[in-house]
């Protein structure tokens, strides 16, 4: 579905923008500037605004990323049990850093806040699907499920 | 009323003061930076810390309303303490570069660094490290000066209605932009300058351009020819020390002769000029059933903002050329020829209160003299800085007169300076022209003033002509979306894209609040008042203008000199 199509679905919707932004996201894995303005004419409001939303929210992204999104929880109860080791496995594995995303376009790499999962730390999320007392050494058979 | 005592001092203030003017009202300054006078509460800089009897935490002093018997100090060894550590966090990720920086000694930022004898700062320096904006010819964006007030944002969108500015991202990765984070000059940005006036620190500016004034000056063979708009004088002296109104007119034209200007010329002589060939424009929109209600064209701001915004409506605007760009049209041809001058040699620069102005002389239509007409756009702030560079004791300096051809005004055309004089101006001669009767008061009061919509009626030989004004574009929205709607009772509508004029042009000195705007227009109607003629058909010479070149208003001439025509904008998003 295009986005606007996907847009235009919510456009009765009251403050409807963000629920618009989830749906497109979750379609596309990112905010292209085109939907962001569509969606500032659909809701009448600035672009500007529009995309003060779009960028304000860590789910949302205004840029092109991969397709399967790896997000890592950087609060302190994660952090405290090795996130950083988990860091530094993922951008070994994949060849890239924190924030950016595969040439292949299968992988993007992002921090987030706590996910509520902090009984089973650290934390990661593969399109909001989560990952509990994750280590360096079971991350390649994590990947392999998205390859 | 509400009694309260600061710093031990009591007074009563209305419900619903803050601490923060409740203090200004008994004198006792609270140091702010993302407060301003005229805008919402921020609270988001907390350099405004006060302690409050009975309470463990500090309270934002712009924030917090008073209530009754509240206690509040102003100046404990605390509060000095938190405003010191917070002016510290701020400075650690802002450049220190206030030598070079456009904001010198006119920071509020760098006054309270002063004010707290910030030395030795304890949190490590890392700036953002980002790029400069230089994508407009009328505004630069320095963002890693901003330290986030949001004051532009709303003068962007709330007094302008333009929204070419939001933020991106949040908390320690915060930033402002310009819309979706592109160059200004791809948003929907009309170049006014406003956010350079709500600005407290060097974060927006004007485009400087001093260096290529300095170089046609130096070159032997340029004739450089100068005028200045309306609302110049009004704010000038506030550059060099003097109050606002008080640098008289013919020392501010010797100053310009003393910086090396060859010619001293006046854009009111193209104000009057304006009123003759808009005044006539609007008749026959009435006699022939044109375009109404015929909106002005002077305020390129503005123009860029119907451009934007209003496109279906480009037929309401008057053809007529801004008064700035008539002159740099006229200054190539007619006075060159007068004065027998090779035009090619001519370097024409305008001074005007205006950052719009220096995209308005950068249009590609703007070369009827067969040259470009206007060659530079220097603002008041330029001038400013020109003054001080220059050293010129302006008490001892004596007056000089303007040059011929070009340099008559009328009290009509000082007026151009406040929001409602245009219409003033023009009232005051299509009265005459209409009625063939002398105008005994000419003096019309309603349009006076800074509100932002006035409106009045006037009798022409029983035809009732109905008016607006509007002065910032948010206002000027409100009577757009009636004009669009078809809804709009009027015949002729002014607008200015700044608030309360050019007087409050985004390249006037620093404003700070619309208190400082409502001065200046006060002195625009004392300098009126002390114009031996104040009627813009009566300048002589506009007459012998009429008589030896264009013949007529609306004529070829005029036509082919002074009107242009307007293009739909079509930005991306809006
Ligand atoms: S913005 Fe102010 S504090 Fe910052 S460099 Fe410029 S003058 Fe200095
Ligand atoms: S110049 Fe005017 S329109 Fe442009 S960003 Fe500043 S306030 Fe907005
Ligand atoms: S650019 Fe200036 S006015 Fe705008 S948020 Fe930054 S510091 Fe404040
Ligand atoms: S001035 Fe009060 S919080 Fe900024």
Known sequence: MSYKGIIARYAEVPGGIIEAFHAVEKEFSFLPEEAIAEAARVFKVPAAEAYGVASFYSMFSTETRGKNIIRLCESAPCHIAGAAEVVAALEKELGIRMGESTNDGLFALEFTECVGQCQATPVITINSKPYLDVTPDIIPNILAEYK | MINVTIDGIKTSVPEGSTILKAAESIGVKIPTLCNHPDQAVKGNCRVCVCEVEGSRLLSAACVMPVWEGMAVKTRTPKVVEARKTILELILS????????????????????????????????????????????????????????????????????????????????????????????????????????????????????????????????????????????????????????????????AAGLRQIGFDYVLHTNFTADLTILEEGNE?????????????????????????????????????????????????????????????PAKIYSVSIMPCTAKKYECSRPEMNDSGFRDVDLVLTTREIGRLFRMSGIDFDKLAGSHFDSWMGAYTGAAVIFGASGGVMEAALRTVYEVVTGQTLENVNFEVTRGIQGIKEAEVDLNGTVVKVAIANGLSNARQLMDEVRAGTSPYHFIEIMACPGGCIGGGGQPITKSNAKRVERINQIYVEDEACEIRKSHENPEVKAIYEEFLHEPLGHQSHHLLHTHYTAKNKKVL
């Not at chain 2, 609007?282 to 002005?296: A, I, N």
């Not at chain 2, 503005?302 to 480009?314: A, G, K, R, S, V």
Request: charged content about 20%; overall charge negative.
């Open chain 2, 93 to 252: 990720n802002h450049p220190q570069d206030c030598l070079n920086c456009i904001r010198n000694q006119n920071c509020e930022l760098q006054t309270l660094a002063e004010e707290y004898f910030i030395r030795d700062n304890p949190f490590s320096q890392k700036t953002r490290g980002m790029a400069k904006d230089y994508s407009t010819p009328a505004l630069f964006r320095d963002p890693d000066k901003c330290i986030l007030c949001r004051r532009c944002v709303e003068a962007c969108s709330v007094v302008q209605s333009v929204n070419a500015l939001g933020l991106d991202q949040r908390g320690h990765h915060a930033m402002v932009v310009p819309t979706m984070g592109w160059d200004l000059i791809d948003s929907p940005c009309v170049m006014c300058g406003q956010c350079i006036h709500a600005c407290p620190v060097g974060a927006i500016g004007e485009v400087e351009e001093i260096d290529r004034l300095l170089a046609a000056i130096a070159d032997p063979d340029t004739v450089v020819v100068t005028q200045i708009a309306p609302a110049v004088r009004v704010a000038i002296g506030e550059e060099v020390g003097l109050a606002t109104g008080d640098m008289p007119m013919d020392v501010f």
């Open chain 2, 282 to 342: 609007l008749l026959k929109r009435l006699q022939e059933g044109g375009t109404l209600p015929m909106f002005t064209s002077c305020s390129p701001g503005w123009i860029n903002f119907c451009e934007t915004f209003y496109p279906d409506l480009l037929d309401n605007l008057s053809t007529c050329k801004s008064p700035q760009q008539m002159f740099g049209a006229l200054a190539k041809t007619y006075w060159a020829e007068k004065s027998n001058i090779d």
